[in-house]
């Protein structure tokens, strides 16, 4: 696993670790309400984001050190200017239906510093996996399957999904 996937899988085990914690959400399958929320790590500032995704799965956001801009868009910071958002950045789903494990895929995008700062955390789960169960459901996984390619990050599977359906036809079929 590399340094960047062990500090996401981290910074994400922590956000679900606390959410539980303080009965944010459960790992039942019952609705999530949308919900943001902070604690420390490693000596640093977290804000988080969990929200219902459907499909009995949590989607989890989490910024490390979050700046304004960090706090103000939380659940894009990812995707929008994430070096202004904060010290490290991380998305990713709780699956909770067909097993209680982190799915692969999460994207993350950290300065180099927490990063190794939260690659060396050693944490453990509070009642779910970090690999999807034989069998589960994991989205990344699906996609590499359709689309292909070997990395994991959900952010570049996106954007060839977004691809192919630009790939396709334009026009409706007769």
């Not at 399958?29 to 984001?49: M, N």
């Not at 690659?119 to 789960?125: D, F, G, M, N």
Request: proline share 6%.
């Amino acid at each position: 696993m590399t340094k960047h996937a062990k500090a996401a899988r981290n910074l994400l085990v922590a956000a679900i670790n606390t959410a539980i914690e303080r009965q944010l959400l459960t790992l039942s399958c019952e609705p999530v309400i949308e919900t943001t929320f902070e604690f420390e790590l490693a000596g640093h500032p977290v804000t988080a984001w969990i929200d219902d995704a459907g499909f009995d799965e949590v989607s989890v956001h989490a910024i490390v050190d979050p700046t304004p801009p960090g706090r103000d868009h939380l659940r894009a910071a990812l995707n929008r200017d994430h070096r202004n958002c904060g010290a490290a950045c991380a998305l990713g789903w709780l699956e909770r239906r067909s097993g209680k494990y982190l799915q692969t895929g999460a994207s993350y995008h950290g300065a180099e510093d927490i990063t190794d700062a939260l690659a060396a955390l050693s944490l453990t789960p509070s009642g779910f996996g970090t690999d999807p169960t034989e069998g589960g459901y994991d989205f990344a996984r699906e996609c590499r399957a359709v689309f292909g390619g070997a990395s994991a990050d959900i952010n570049g599977l996106m954007t060839r999904i977004g691809q192919a359906q630009n790939d396709g036809p334009t026009e409706p079929a007769p």
